[in-house]
């Protein structure tokens, strides 16, 4: 039998499943962009000219070799069964027959991938006969690599649970790896007297070999594993066109947990909560899920204790939305309301019942003197100021709306302050009006939780008036169980992780300093000063648009930000709102941001 040249493992299962309402089927032969996954990886592996592949198919073949005959575009294709498979698979393909006539390097995979061709040739063009692809995404895999700096494996650790966190070094294989044949040879050899998982398989691997084994970056999005329906998803959309990337993330309010994207658009408290509290929620899930939560009265105690205020002054809802919502449905208010802000609250309402006091666009700062005689000037019966305002960032003073809100009181007109982002300010809770509630009964405060503590899933908020009177009303528009168990017994935990969490409000108001300190320094970038977690940013003059950077950034950076075209504004689409997350993901947007910005810079020097 003659060498090979270039070999090919596939490692695959088809009794792992993919399940819909509507189908069954082997996860190999799961379609992104209407090619199986196992397809698509064999006319790829064709195309690069690897010779001969073979798929090692664990237990039984099922359906996986329907769809193939032994040829494919040139290259000769197997199927094997491995009826005994060891505990890695990479211990798998080491045993593969073929291994003993092949002569060029061994391509292998472990995974159900769906892989950028481009990956696939830079891999067979590497020098290093023997390397591992990683990244840090894939952090539910079961073996962690670590390397020097010259990017050599120095040692393979077993994954990590749910309350260690990866250190800045760990990183995790793709199921992808390129190996000489005399290192599959000896690990074969030597599998006998280990445990044949993959982790002994990279002992045995460093421990036997001379030649060392390196690690190889996977770019962003240029690999996708594929074990349930939400990665399939995933897949289509990372391999989708750049225009269909966009539309899908246009149209989304969340949910972008589903796509392989980083996302500066969700306003939550990156820092919060830590590990060790999702640790704790574990342990009560069953009970959690099986059974009904509490009523309203119930829950209303456990965040009367939080925010420090009488429970009847509560009303508790599945997050600010729904509390806007039932305030409107009771008050039928005619709104006045300071744009560009929080777009829920013109949206609740048909559009003449909203009336849009446009702030000033050199600090889109409140003047709350004129802002109140606008309000009786329409005869508004709701006033509402987001505060920090969204997406401004910008604070108005404890002493401001205490004026604005005896001004408004004269004509009998409700202020509502939406406070989701008061703990995020310099100064924290002591801008809040909360402890002046009862001098101002004509005054509402509407709250997120899911922002100041990283929770927005749990769809918590609450309102809060000392008008016990249309506090009983908004309750009556609200479902008798609109919190689910878990954000309930979240409220329980918390108290457990206070001083996590005021660690984290410090956390990210340095975050925030340092953004935008990075953002402006971005050449024609203007930042407005924010008392928030996220910055405005008026974009330089060159640029096309704001909804166009958007895009590129979707679609070539792989990173979500929001454009403000969308705002009731002058120039909205010369807006970005950026909220703040970690540092590395705070300078990787910095990075692409100027990377914009120099192509728009070298378009305009061209045409001049």
């Known amino acids: 039998m003659g060498m090979v040249q270039s070999l090919a493992i596939v490692v695959t299962d088809p009794r792992q499943m993919i399940s819909t309402w509507n189908d069954r089927f082997s996860v190999a032969l799961g379609f992104v962009s209407g090619t199986s996954v196992l397809r698509r990886l064999l006319s790829q592996l064709a ?35 491995l009826p005994t498979p060891n505990a890695g698979r990479l211990v798998d393909a080491a045993t593969a027959e073929e291994i003993a006539d092949a002569d060029g390097d061994v391509l292998v995979f472990t995974e159900n991938l769906v892989i950028d061709f481009s990956l696939i040739e830079r891999l067979l063009r590497s020098s290093d006969h023997n390397a591992v692809v990683v990244d840090k995404s894939h952090a539910k895999r079961s073996l962690r690599i670590l390397a020097d700096k010259e990017m050599r494996v120095k040692a393979t650790l077993p994954k990590c649970s749910v309350t260690q966190k ?3 070094e760990d990183l995790a294989p793709v199921g992808l790896y390129k190996f000489e044949p005399a290192l599959l040879r000896s690990i074969a050899r030597n599998r006998q007297h280990r445990l044949n998982d993959d982790l002994e398989f990279f002992e045995v691997a460093l421990g036997i070999h001379a030649r060392q084994i390196h690690v190889m970056h996977a770019e962003p999005q240029r690999v996708m594993t594929v074990n349930d329906a939400v990665d399939l998803e995933a897949a289509n959309f990372a391999f989708s066109s750049d225009t269909d990337q966009f539309a899908t993330v246009e149209r989304l309010h969340g949910g972008y947990w589903r796509y392989p994207v980083r996302e500066h658009i ?13 640790d704790r929620l574990s342990e009560r899930l069953p009970e959690l899920l099986h059974l009904y939560p509490s009523g309203h009265r119930e829950i209303a105690s456990r965040v009367a204790a939080m925010a420090d205020l009488p429970a009847e002054y509560l009303a508790i809802g599945n997050g600010t939305s729904e509390l806007i919502k039932a305030l ?19 949206n609740a309402l048909a559009p003449n ?38 997406p401004t960032g910008r604070l108005v003073s404890v002493e401001d709306l205490r004026r604005l809100a005896s001004s408004l009181a004269t004509a009998k007109c409700r202020l509502v302050i939406d406070e989701s982002f008061i703990e995020f300010s310099d100064a924290g809770k002591e801008n809040s009006l909360e402890g002046f509630l009862s001098e101002y009964p004509n005054t509402i405060i509407l709250k997120s939780l899911g922002k100041i503590f990283g929770l927005g899933g749990a769809r918590l908020g609450y309102l809060a008036s000392a008008d016990n009177q249309l506090v009983h009303e908004v309750r009556r528009h609200l479902p008798l169980w609109n919190i689910n168990g878990i954000a309930e017994y979240l409220l329980w ?31 024609g970038f203007k930042v407005l000063p924010s008392q928030a977690n996220y910055l405005f940013c008026r974009i330089p003059d060159a640029w096309t648009g704001a909804k166009h950077a958007a895009e590129v950034l979707a679609t070539q950076h792989g990173v979500l930000v929001r454009h403000c075209g969308y705002q009731s504004m002058r120039d909205g689409d010369r807006y970005l709102r950026l909220t703040a997350r970690t540092d590395e993901d705070n300078s990787y947007l910095v990075s692409a941001l100027r990377q914009i910005n120099d192509e728009f810079g070298s378009r305009q020097a061209a045409s001049s």
């Not at 700062?365 to 920090?388: H, I, M, Q």
């Not at 108290?495 to 956390?507: I, M």
Request: proline share 6%; aromatic share 10%; net charge neutral.
């Open 166 to 168: 990866n250190a800045s």
């Open 266 to 278: 969700l306003l939550c408290n990156c820092h919060f909560p830590p590990a060790a509290l999702f």
């Open 47 to 81: 195309l690069a000219g690897v010779q001969k592949t073979i798929v090692l198919a664990l237990k039984s073949m099922g359906d996986v070799g329907s769809d193939f005959g032994g040829d494919l575009n040139g290259m000769e294709l197997c199927f094997r069964v």
């Open 353 to 390: 019942k909203v009336i849009s006091f446009k702030l000033p666009a050199d600090n889109f700062d409140l003047d709350v003197d004129e802002f109140a005689r606008f309000a009786k000037a329409r005869e508004a019966s709701v006033a509402v100021v987001v505060n920090p305002n969204n």
């Open 328 to 346: 409107y449905g009771h008050l039928k208010p005619r709104v006045v309301i300071p744009t560009p802000t929080f777009v829920e609250y013109q």
């Open 493 to 523: 935990l918390l108290p457990e992780f206070r001083d996590e969490w005021k660690a984290s409000l410090r956390h990210t108001r340095a975050g925030i300093a340092s953004f935008s300190r990075m953002l402006s320094a971005i050449p």
